[in-house]
C-alpha cells in the first residue's frame, strides 16, 4: 500500500520560513515526478511545486517562484519543500503527491494518483 506522510507544517509569522517533508512508503517512485498542491479555505487545490527523478527539472507556480524550493531524496523516499519569505497568502493545506506514471503534466491535479493527508500551513501577521 503506498502512503505518503507530509510534516513540517505549522504557524508562521509572515517573512518567516517553513520546510516540508514528504516521506513515501509502499513503492518507490523512480523516474517519476513528485508534486507538491496547496488547497485555501474555500478555494480549489492548486500546483505549487514538481521535481523530476534527477532534480534536474524543478517547476514552480508563479505565486512561489524564487521564494519556495523543492528537492528530493531518492534513496530515503523523500521529497522537501523549503519555503521562505512565507506571505499571508501562503497560508494553506500542502499536500504532497505522486503519480503512477512517467510522463505528466506536472501541474495538474489529475495527473497524480498519490496523494498525502496534508499538513497545515499558517502565516499570520
Known amino acids: 500500500q503506498v502512503e505518503l506522510v507530509e510534516s513540517g507544517g505549522g504557524l508562521v509569522q509572515a517573512g518567516g520560513s517553513l520546510r516540508l517533508s514528504c516521506t513515501a512508503s509502499?513503492?518507490?517512485?523512480?523516474?517519476?515526478?513528485m508534486g507538491w498542491f496547496r488547497q485555501a479555505p474555500g478555494k480549489e487545490r492548486e500546483f505549487v511545486a514538481a521535481?523530476?527523478?534527477?532534480?534536474?527539472?524543478?517547476r514552480y507556480a508563479d505565486a512561489v517562484k524564487g521564494r519556495f524550493t523543492i528537492s528530493r531524496d531518492n534513496a530515503k523516499n523523500t521529497v522537501a519543500l523549503q519555503m521562505n519569505a512565507l506571505k499571508l497568502e501562503d497560508t494553506a493545506v500542502y499536500y504532497c503527491?505522486?503519480?503512477?506514471?512517467?510522463?505528466?503534466?506536472?501541474?495538474?491535479?489529475?495527473?497524480?494518483?498519490?496523494w498525502g493527508q496534508g499538513t497545515q500551513v499558517t502565516v499570520s501577521s
Open positions: 521535481i523530476s527523478w534527477s532534480g534536474g527539472i524543478t
Open positions: 503527491a505522486a503519480p503512477d506514471r512517467i510522463s505528466i503534466d506536472t501541474s495538474r491535479t489529475y495527473e497524480y494518483a498519490y
Open positions: 509502499g513503492r518507490t517512485f523512480d523516474y517519476y515526478f
